[in-house]
């Protein structure tokens, strides 16, 4: 092993990315395909990211329908390592199961809880962030990681920087700050207001933390919840059986809010750059280019006086012509045509097709 002592790294591989459709579905979501053009998936580019910091020490956690997905993409990886959830329960299970099981694991572990389908942009300060909130995380704080905002976002919700922690910088590398509140997605108005002040960075649900303080905080506020994780660690075979009776819940919500407001959240800005890659405006953007930006075979895109996003997906020709922030995806068996304003609702489609029975489209 190498890096940050008794460090891990838990990585929830979950969810359809379904703004992301027809390219991102249930059976193939947007973790495991490469949407930056760089050869490799988002779920390998966070294992890439992560490894100096971790060697070998990861928990992946997905859906059993993935499992085998997630091992062809990440053969370093044993099974061991890849823990499949009976089904979707949100965050607060998939990362509570993995926090019960490291701390029976390594008693002197910190983990950190990173999605795999995130974007970033530079490495070494993803490292160095990474370093200052183990630090934090040592001392018994549940540390989150502050994105500078980069623009009045509506569709990230907001972290408030309260003081600096005793003995942490109050500026600059390695500062940490405790956490006032967290602040749901804003209107326009209110997100530039929060700019203003300085005060404010994006929540990417990134949390480094001791398993057994994150399980105690859990605890505090749903004793069973807790203690349902930590006899599925205890005995796996009882997974199936405790799996059901798991809320529905996110970590955010089930911990690290009313953790706040108790005083014990504490949060590392960084200045890296940083996407989820939400929707497909969220994807032109980072592809970048004043023009039309294509995801895939350049050869199949043909443009006359049009912006936007194009992704070819098989061996015919796209052409668009005289349109702006356009986007076009094209699949074997779905084609979406729309634009980067409308992006957000590209969901709809697919709640319109699950209403409709065609499982076999989303």
Do not use: C
């Not at 199961?97 to 970033?120: C, K």
């Not at 800005?269 to 890659?277: C, Q, V």
């Amino acid at each position: 092993m190498s890096g940050i002592d008794n460090f891990w790294a838990v990585v929830p591989a979950g969810g359809a990315g379904t703004r992301l459709w027809p390219l991102s579905r249930s059976s193939a979501p947007k973790f495991l395909r490469d949407l930056t053009g760089s050869g490799r998936s988002l779920l390998q580019d966070t294992y890439d990211r992560l490894a100096p910091a971790v060697g070998d020490r990861f928990l992946v956690v997905t859906g059993r329908a993935h499992g085998d997905a997630v091992a062809a993409q990440l053969p370093q990886l044993g099974r061991e390592s890849i823990l499949a959830e009976p089904s979707a329960r949100d965050s607060m299970a998939a990362i509570g199961w993995a926090a019960a099981l490291l701390e029976r694991r390594d008693p002197e572990a910190v983990m950190g809880s990173f999605a795999a389908d995130h974007v970033i942009d530079d490495p070494e300060a993803f490292r160095r962030t990474v370093i200052s909130a183990v630090d934090a995380a040592r001392d018994d704080w549940l540390v989150t990681v502050g994105i500078e905002p980069t623009h009045p976002s509506t569709a990230f919700g907001y972290i408030h920087l309260g003081d600096p922690l005793p003995g942490s910088p109050s500026s600059g590398k390695g500062s940490a700050y405790a956490v006032a509140e967290f602040v749901e997605k804003p209107s326009a108005e209110v997100a530039r207001g929060y700019l203003a002040t300085g005060r404010y960075r994006w929540n990417a649900g990134m949390f480094v933390v001791r398993p057994g303080v994150l399980l105690d905080l859990l605890g505090a506020g749903d004793p069973d919840f807790a203690a349902a994780l930590r006899a599925i660690a205890a005995d796996p075979a009882r997974l199936d059986e405790l799996w059901p009776t798991l809320p529905r819940i996110a970590l955010d919500h089930a911990v690290a809010e009313p953790a706040a407001a108790a005083g014990r959240v504490a949060t590392v800005p960084a200045g890296f750059g940083w996407d989820d890659i939400g929707d497909f405006d969220s994807l032109a953007a980072l592809l970048g280019g004043d023009g039309t930006s294509v995801l895939g075979d350049a050869d199949l895109v043909e443009t006359v006086d049009a912006t936007g996003l194009v992704v070819p997906g098989g061996d015919r020709m796209v052409a668009v012509v005289g349109l702006d922030d356009v986007v076009v995806v094209d699949t074997p068996d779905a084609v979406l045509v729309t634009t980067r304003a409308h992006a957000q609702q590209v969901k709809q489609v697919v709640d319109a097709l699950k209403a409709r029975g065609r499982a076999d489209l989303t």
